[in-house]
């Protein structure tokens, strides 16, 4: 019964997150927002939890809140285009940003997104952010420097002290939300070359995290080595160390942006060193301790050819050497 609503369901999916991005109205975009959120939440209730529940309806009320900010924005017309002469027309990116999760108006995100299942974190990650980024960026684009800005600073600084798997990952999110803005910036190619990598390496992150069921930084002590350095790898690549997949999607946005906006490069690659460190941190912290087995793992053979996994991630340096 699951994989013929997994069946019905993706179609949908599919549907919410195009139409968006193909309407010709608000009222059209704000219907395949809604159609996204019910589809989503459909999804969390299909991979239960014991959080699931909760999480749902905090998500659904918070989603509430920015679908009834934008019906009435444009209900009363106050869809106005790159004009601050009234803070009202912040209105509709602010109640979008709310959906996505995007900084200055996060707080919800780590303590709801957290605990979902996982795979509705995935495409929290992914495919929630697609439409609100790219509707944003279209009609509001002088404003979302500023929130480009506040995502990357925002992103790094949070992770710091977090030792929740999940929320490291929705801070890392924040801040590789400020790097898509900046793809935007140059052109929608870059933008989604950047997306795709991006989605990639957390499809990966997330497929040894379901299996393994973590959901703290500690239990990874507990996995093989070869499947630490998966992980590791993996984490190191989001943040954008060489030669690694994320480096060469950063390295894009640096080589055509670097010479006509220095300062918000800079700035983006100050803040992508501080996430650096942070999982660093936990990289040395783990691999360096002998392996020991925890009652809260699960047993099983990972089936995964995890060698392969990794090679992915080296290939960055190759891609590298393509284009330039």
């Known amino acids: 019964m699951k994989n013929i609503n997994l069946i019905l369901f993706f179609p949908v999916f599919l549907i919410s997150v195009i139409l968006p991005l193909s309407a010709s109205s608000w009222l059209l975009i704000w219907i395949g927002l809604e159609m996204n959120l019910i589809t989503f939440l459909y999804l ?45 027309s912040l209105f509709p990116p602010l109640a979008l940003m709310l959906k996505s999760g995007m900084a200055p108006v996060h707080g919800w995100v780590p303590e709801i997104v957290s605990k979902l299942p996982s795979l509705n974190i995935l495409f929290f990650f992914t495919f929630q952010k697609l439409n609100p980024l790219l509707i944003c960026f279209s009609s509001w684009s002088y404003f979302m420097i500023w929130v480009l800005i506040f995502n990357v600073v925002v992103g ?9 798997l999940f929320k490291l990952l929705v801070y890392s999110s924040i801040n590789n939300m400020g790097w898509m803005l900046l793809c935007m910036i140059e052109s929608l190619s870059l933008f989604f070359i950047y997306f795709i990598v991006y989605s990639l390496l957390n499809l990966m992150i997330m497929s040894v995290v379901k299996f393994k069921n973590t959901k703290w ?13 998966f992980i590791y790898v993996n984490f190191l690549s989001l943040s954008g160390l060489p030669p690694l997949l994320g480096f060469f999607s950063k390295w894009l946005v640096i080589y055509f942006l670097s010479q006509n906006l220095v300062i918000l490069v800079s700035l983006s690659i100050f803040f992508s060193v501080i996430t650096l460190f942070y999982y660093l941190k936990s990289v040395i912290s783990s691999m360096t301790c002998y392996n020991y087995s925890s009652k809260w793992m699960l047993k099983g053979t990972y089936t995964y050819n995890i060698s392969v996994l990794i090679f992915t991630n080296l290939i960055g340096v190759f891609l590298l050497n393509v284009i330039f």
């Open 44 to 88: 969390s209730l299909m991979f239960k939890n014991m959080f699931t529940s909760e999480s749902s309806m905090k998500y659904f009320l918070i989603q509430a809140v920015g679908s009834m900010v934008l019906l009435i924005s444009f209900s009363v017309s106050l869809i106005t285009y790159e004009e601050w002469a009234s803070p009202i």
């Open 217 to 229: 930084l500690l239990q990874l002590k507990s996995y093989s080595s070869l499947e630490k350095l």
């Open 156 to 164: 790094a600084i949070g992770g710091l002290g977090e030792s929740s």
